[in-house]
């Protein structure tokens, strides 16, 4: 391996290495949250790059189907549980928020299929009917199970993952898409020349992990995700709704996988079930950062795209036997290095809770 070809790959696997930071932003941060190891998160980056792909073929996105179907089983759901508890004062509220929000961006994109929609105007769209997904799914088929152990809220991720994985087949068919470049500018670094696209993708991850950062020091709802992540306990006890701020931490890494789904587009060629496989890729940076740390997720996600690019070098058939397969030295680590785990901190905490 020349030192050119080095640099190369290492500009691959950063890239890489930026997609799987937001990826992974979000699966901690649901896991925080709720307990829930959101296996179906890979699906929705698929999700929102296969819609943009949709439009820019003037197509009717899949997604809408998605969407429509999901708030109306949200909204049937939330309407019998408010008039069950006798609170039908609450229902235009949840009308709202699970009918008239979700149902507005996917109207959009269904008028908005069969025109030839600029850039500007197509990453708008998807980034909006992408970004009800995660909480629908929340509100459907975690939320009620809010106080199951760890195993079952996983049982159910992967039950949420088959059918989406399903549903896209159906939505979108076999073939594989892939989105027009967001820049097609390059610049030169020395003797090393850098895509813009590549930039954009580093930049949009800083950027946003950032504003992360900003949410969680400078808000009260962002507040309220660090102290429920602390202790879910100690956070219902000074008047915290736990169910708010599981809502809000869907809707955020909802978001954050809209914005991967649209940068990683025009970089590889996406299938209805490619989502899946970024996001376990992504859950092993998470595993790193030992699903608890922010920091370590970013530097763990990033070693898992250099990881990636190099090993594609060596032997491109074996990369996702090497990616998966750190995470054996990882676990071992971590199991002697902690006491019993995240997993197991949390089931004490729902002792506690119980208790």
């Known amino acids: 391996m020349t030192p050119e070809i080095a640099v190369l790959l290492a500009q691959d696997g950063i890239t890489t290495g930026a997609i799987y930071v937001l990826v992974a932003l979000g ?6 949250s709720t307990r829930v190891i959101f296996v179906p998160f890979g699906d929705v980056v698929g999700y929102a790059a296969l819609t943009l792909a949709a439009l820019q073929l003037k197509r009717i996105p899949g997604t809408v189907w998605l969407v429509l179907t999901l708030a109306a089983i949200a909204t049937v759901v939330e309407v019998y549980g408010l008039t069950r508890r006798h609170q039908a004062r609450r229902i235009p509220q949840a009308l709202l928020y699970y009918a008239a929000l979700p149902v507005a961006p996917a109207a959009t994109a269904y008028l908005a299929a069969g025109y030839d929609l600029p850039m500007w105007a197509g990453i ?16 459907i088929a975690f939320r009620p199970l ?3 152990s760890v195993l079952v809220l996983l049982i159910v991720a992967v039950a949420a993952h088959f059918a989406l994985s399903g549903m896209a087949l159906v939505f979108f068919g076999p073939e594989g898409f892939r989105t027009a470049p967001l820049t097609r500018a390059f610049f030169s670094v020395g003797p090393m020349t850098v895509s813009g696209q590549s930039i954009l993708v580093v930049a949009s991850a800083a950027v946003f992990g950032l504003l992360l950062f900003l949410f969680f020091e400078r808000t009260l709802n962002g507040k309220a995700l660090r102290a429920t992540a602390v202790n879910r306990v100690g956070a219902r006890l000074v008047g915290i709704e736990l169910s708010n701020t599981a809502a809000t931490a869907f809707l955020l890494a909802s978001a954050l996988a809209a914005i991967s789904g649209i940068l990683i587009g025009p970089i590889t060629t996406l299938y209805y079930d490619s989502g899946f496989l970024i996001g376990l890729k992504a859950f092993v940076g998470a595993i790193i950062g030992g699903l608890v740390s922010y920091p370590a997720t970013i530097v763990g996600a990033i070693l898992v795209g250099l990881g990636e690019s190099y090993a594609s070098f060596w032997n491109s058939a074996l990369k996702e036997v090497i990616v998966f397969g750190s995470l054996i030295p990882i676990l071992l680590w971590q199991s002697f290095a902690t006491r019993g785990g995240v997993v197991e901190d949390v089931e004490e905490e729902e002792g506690e809770s119980r208790t």
């Open 27 to 32: 699966i901690v941060l649901i896991f925080l």
């Open 124 to 139: 708008p769209i998807t980034f909006a009917v992408v970004l009800p997904i995660s909480p629908l799914l929340y509100r």
């Open 146 to 148: 809010a106080d199951a």
